[in-house]
Protein backbone atom coordinates (compact mmCIF):
# COMPACT_ATOMS: atom_id res chain seq x y z
CA UNK A 1 0.00 0.00 0.00
CA UNK A 2 1.19 3.95 -1.07
CA UNK A 3 2.65 5.39 2.34
CA UNK A 4 -0.63 6.68 3.80
CA UNK A 5 1.53 9.62 5.08
CA UNK A 6 2.46 10.88 2.10
CA UNK A 7 -1.37 10.41 0.37
CA UNK A 8 -3.76 12.94 0.22
CA UNK A 9 -6.47 12.51 3.11
CA UNK A 10 -10.03 13.06 2.76
CA UNK A 11 -12.09 14.67 5.24
CA UNK A 12 -16.05 14.23 4.97
CA UNK A 13 -18.67 16.44 6.68
CA UNK A 14 -21.75 14.68 7.06
CA UNK A 15 -24.55 17.06 7.68
CA UNK A 16 -27.65 15.06 6.25
CA UNK A 17 -29.46 12.67 7.80
CA UNK A 18 -30.79 11.14 4.76
CA UNK A 19 -30.27 7.44 3.37
CA UNK A 20 -28.95 7.96 0.21
CA UNK A 21 -26.33 11.11 1.30
CA UNK A 22 -25.14 8.87 3.85
CA UNK A 23 -24.41 6.35 1.36
CA UNK A 24 -22.89 8.53 -0.76
CA UNK A 25 -20.60 9.72 2.33
CA UNK A 26 -19.93 6.23 3.14
CA UNK A 27 -19.22 4.64 -0.42
CA UNK A 28 -16.83 7.64 -0.74
CA UNK A 29 -15.06 7.12 2.28
CA UNK A 30 -14.46 3.44 2.43
CA UNK A 31 -13.01 4.10 -1.50
CA UNK A 32 -10.96 6.28 0.40
CA UNK A 33 -9.78 3.86 2.47
CA UNK A 34 -8.95 1.55 0.34
CA UNK A 35 -6.84 3.71 -1.36
CA UNK A 36 -4.60 4.06 1.40
CA UNK A 37 -5.94 7.69 1.96
CA UNK A 38 -6.07 8.53 5.94
CA UNK A 39 -10.08 9.10 6.34
CA UNK A 40 -11.88 11.02 8.64
CA UNK A 41 -15.94 11.41 8.60
CA UNK A 42 -17.36 14.67 10.60
CA UNK A 43 -20.66 13.73 11.65
CA UNK A 44 -22.63 17.22 12.14
CA UNK A 45 -26.29 17.42 12.83
CA UNK A 46 -28.40 15.19 10.80
CA UNK A 47 -25.77 13.42 10.35
CA UNK A 48 -25.24 12.58 13.64
CA UNK A 49 -28.37 10.15 13.18
CA UNK A 50 -26.01 7.63 11.24
CA UNK A 51 -23.81 6.92 14.36
CA UNK A 52 -26.59 6.90 16.68
CA UNK A 53 -27.39 3.89 18.48
CA UNK A 54 -30.63 4.60 18.15
CA UNK A 55 -32.09 4.96 21.41
CA UNK A 56 -34.50 8.20 22.44
CA UNK A 57 -32.57 11.19 22.99
CA UNK A 58 -32.56 14.48 24.94
CA UNK A 59 -33.13 15.69 28.71
CA UNK A 60 -35.50 18.94 28.30
CA UNK A 61 -38.53 19.09 26.48
CA UNK A 62 -37.55 20.00 23.34
CA UNK A 63 -34.42 18.05 23.39
CA UNK A 64 -36.72 15.03 23.86
CA UNK A 65 -39.03 15.77 21.53
CA UNK A 66 -36.64 16.13 18.86
CA UNK A 67 -35.31 12.88 20.15
CA UNK A 68 -38.78 11.09 19.66
CA UNK A 69 -39.17 12.80 15.99
CA UNK A 70 -35.64 11.77 15.18
CA UNK A 71 -35.59 8.55 16.50
CA UNK A 72 -33.60 5.21 15.38
CA UNK A 73 -30.33 4.52 14.37
CA UNK A 74 -28.59 4.12 10.88
CA UNK A 75 -31.36 1.15 9.89
CA UNK A 76 -33.98 4.00 10.06
CA UNK A 77 -32.44 6.82 7.92
CA UNK A 78 -34.85 7.24 4.99
CA UNK A 79 -34.39 8.84 1.52
CA UNK A 80 -33.73 12.59 0.81
CA UNK A 81 -37.13 12.38 -1.26
CA UNK A 82 -39.93 10.17 -1.86
CA UNK A 83 -39.80 8.85 1.70
CA UNK A 84 -43.49 8.35 1.94
CA UNK A 85 -43.13 7.90 5.87
CA UNK A 86 -40.77 4.85 5.54
CA UNK A 87 -42.07 3.17 2.29
CA UNK A 88 -39.91 4.93 -0.07
CA UNK A 89 -37.07 3.80 2.55
CA UNK A 90 -38.34 0.27 2.47
CA UNK A 91 -38.65 0.55 -1.38
CA UNK A 92 -35.29 1.88 -1.98
CA UNK A 93 -33.49 -0.77 0.45
CA UNK A 94 -35.31 -3.71 -1.94
CA UNK A 95 -33.95 -2.04 -4.88
CA UNK A 96 -30.40 -2.11 -4.10
CA UNK A 97 -30.94 -5.02 -2.47
CA UNK A 98 -31.86 -6.66 -5.82
CA UNK A 99 -28.74 -4.97 -7.45
CA UNK A 100 -26.43 -6.11 -5.04
CA UNK A 101 -25.38 -3.06 -3.51
CA UNK A 102 -23.93 -3.21 -0.07
CA UNK A 103 -26.16 -1.68 2.74
CA UNK A 104 -25.55 0.84 4.41
CA UNK A 105 -24.79 -0.50 7.85
CA UNK A 106 -22.68 -2.65 6.21
CA UNK A 107 -20.98 0.16 4.33
CA UNK A 108 -20.78 2.14 7.75
CA UNK A 109 -19.04 -1.39 8.92
CA UNK A 110 -17.01 -1.53 6.17
CA UNK A 111 -15.91 2.16 6.87
CA UNK A 112 -14.72 1.53 10.24
CA UNK A 113 -12.87 -2.16 9.30
CA UNK A 114 -10.91 -0.10 6.63
CA UNK A 115 -10.09 3.06 9.55
CA UNK A 116 -11.98 5.58 8.46
CA UNK A 117 -12.25 8.07 11.79
CA UNK A 118 -15.84 8.40 12.45
CA UNK A 119 -15.97 11.54 14.55
CA UNK A 120 -19.16 13.62 15.64
CA UNK A 121 -19.77 17.18 16.33
CA UNK A 122 -19.93 18.32 19.71
CA UNK A 123 -21.85 21.44 19.50
CA UNK A 124 -25.49 19.62 17.11
CA UNK A 125 -24.59 17.05 19.82
CA UNK A 126 -24.82 19.53 22.58
CA UNK A 127 -27.91 21.29 20.66
CA UNK A 128 -29.77 18.16 20.55
CA UNK A 129 -28.76 17.03 23.35
CA UNK A 130 -27.42 13.73 22.34
CA UNK A 131 -24.74 12.73 24.32
CA UNK A 132 -21.66 10.42 23.94
CA UNK A 133 -23.44 7.44 24.75
CA UNK A 134 -26.31 7.86 22.54
CA UNK A 135 -23.15 7.33 19.91
CA UNK A 136 -22.29 3.88 18.58
CA UNK A 137 -18.52 2.75 20.53
CA UNK A 138 -16.99 2.90 17.14
CA UNK A 139 -17.06 7.12 16.72
CA UNK A 140 -12.83 7.69 17.78
CA UNK A 141 -13.83 11.23 19.20
CA UNK A 142 -15.81 14.27 19.34
CA UNK A 143 -14.33 17.32 17.78
CA UNK A 144 -14.82 20.60 17.05
CA UNK A 145 -14.84 22.68 13.59
CA UNK A 146 -11.38 23.06 13.58
CA UNK A 147 -10.58 19.59 13.49
CA UNK A 148 -12.29 19.36 10.04
CA UNK A 149 -11.00 22.33 8.96
CA UNK A 150 -7.40 21.20 9.96
CA UNK A 151 -7.74 17.75 8.27
CA UNK A 152 -9.45 19.36 5.30
CA UNK A 153 -6.60 22.01 4.86
CA UNK A 154 -4.35 18.28 4.16
CA UNK A 155 -6.28 17.03 1.04
CA UNK A 156 -9.83 16.32 -0.01
CA UNK A 157 -12.72 17.95 1.62
CA UNK A 158 -15.91 17.22 0.83
CA UNK A 159 -19.33 18.29 2.46
CA UNK A 160 -22.40 15.83 2.09
CA UNK B 1 2.90 -11.07 -22.61
CA UNK B 2 3.13 -14.33 -21.24
CA UNK B 3 0.38 -15.58 -19.43
CA UNK B 4 0.01 -14.94 -16.13
CA UNK B 5 -0.39 -17.60 -12.76
CA UNK B 6 -2.33 -15.74 -10.86
CA UNK B 7 -1.44 -16.46 -6.78
CA UNK B 8 -5.21 -15.51 -5.47
CA UNK B 9 -8.48 -14.92 -7.44
CA UNK B 10 -10.77 -12.66 -5.80
CA UNK B 11 -14.61 -13.08 -6.88
CA UNK B 12 -16.44 -9.52 -6.53
CA UNK B 13 -19.01 -10.65 -9.21
CA UNK B 14 -22.61 -9.40 -8.58
CA UNK B 15 -20.73 -6.53 -5.96
CA UNK B 16 -21.13 -3.07 -6.71
CA UNK B 17 -19.25 -0.07 -5.97
CA UNK B 18 -17.56 0.27 -3.34
CA UNK B 19 -16.82 -3.45 -2.84
CA UNK B 20 -14.63 -4.26 -6.17
CA UNK B 21 -12.16 -1.82 -5.24
CA UNK B 22 -12.79 -2.37 -1.34
CA UNK B 23 -12.44 -5.77 -1.42
CA UNK B 24 -9.45 -5.72 -3.72
CA UNK B 25 -7.52 -3.28 -1.31
CA UNK B 26 -8.33 -6.10 1.60
CA UNK B 27 -7.24 -8.82 -0.99
CA UNK B 28 -4.23 -7.47 -1.95
CA UNK B 29 -2.54 -7.47 1.64
CA UNK B 30 -3.16 -11.07 1.33
CA UNK B 31 -0.26 -11.54 -1.17
CA UNK B 32 3.37 -10.99 -1.34
CA UNK B 33 5.16 -8.16 -3.02
CA UNK B 34 5.54 -9.46 -6.53
CA UNK B 35 2.36 -11.54 -6.71
CA UNK B 36 -0.40 -11.40 -9.30
CA UNK B 37 -4.18 -11.19 -7.87
CA UNK B 38 -6.52 -11.99 -10.38
CA UNK B 39 -10.18 -10.28 -9.79
CA UNK B 40 -13.17 -11.23 -11.34
CA UNK B 41 -16.01 -8.23 -11.41
CA UNK B 42 -19.70 -7.84 -13.12
CA UNK B 43 -19.83 -4.17 -11.86
CA UNK B 44 -19.27 -1.81 -15.17
CA UNK B 45 -17.87 0.48 -13.17
CA UNK B 46 -15.11 -1.83 -11.61
CA UNK B 47 -13.16 -0.72 -15.10
CA UNK B 48 -12.36 2.23 -14.26
CA UNK B 49 -12.40 2.91 -10.43
CA UNK B 50 -10.10 -0.61 -10.70
CA UNK B 51 -7.65 0.84 -12.35
CA UNK B 52 -8.26 4.48 -10.57
CA UNK B 53 -7.19 2.57 -7.92
CA UNK B 54 -3.84 0.65 -8.96
CA UNK B 55 -3.15 3.97 -10.50
CA UNK B 56 -3.58 5.42 -6.68
CA UNK B 57 -1.55 2.89 -4.91
CA UNK B 58 1.33 2.00 -7.45
CA UNK B 59 0.11 -1.77 -7.58
CA UNK B 60 0.45 -2.60 -11.27
CA UNK B 61 -2.92 -3.53 -13.37
CA UNK B 62 -1.04 -5.77 -15.59
CA UNK B 63 -3.80 -6.97 -18.37
CA UNK B 64 -7.77 -6.16 -17.92
CA UNK B 65 -10.10 -8.76 -20.05
CA UNK B 66 -13.79 -8.41 -20.82
CA UNK B 67 -15.56 -11.31 -21.26
CA UNK B 68 -19.38 -12.44 -20.92
CA UNK B 69 -19.89 -9.74 -18.62
CA UNK B 70 -17.57 -10.37 -16.19
CA UNK B 71 -14.20 -7.78 -16.35
CA UNK B 72 -11.10 -10.10 -15.28
CA UNK B 73 -8.09 -7.60 -13.69
CA UNK B 74 -4.67 -9.29 -13.69
CA UNK B 75 -2.82 -6.83 -10.19
CA UNK B 76 0.72 -7.29 -9.34
CA UNK B 77 1.02 -6.24 -5.77
CA UNK B 78 3.79 -3.35 -5.95
CA UNK B 79 4.05 -2.43 -2.50
Redesign the interface.
Known sequence: ??NETD?KKCSIVVFSGDMDKAMAAF?IA??A????RETSMFFTFWGLKAIQKGNPTGKGLFGKMLGLMNRGGIDRIGPSRLNFGGIGRWMFKKMMKD????SLPELRQ?AID?GVNLLACQMSMDVMEITREDLIDEVADVVGAATYCNAALQGQALFI | MSEFTPTKTLDAR??????P??K???E??KVSVGDILEVLATDPGSMA?ITA?CK???NELLKMDKGDGVFKFYIRRV?
Not at chain 1, 99 to 102: A, H, R, S
Not at chain 2, 14 to 19: A, F, H, R, W
Open positions: MMAITTAAMGKGVTML | GLQCPMVVTSQIKDWSTGN
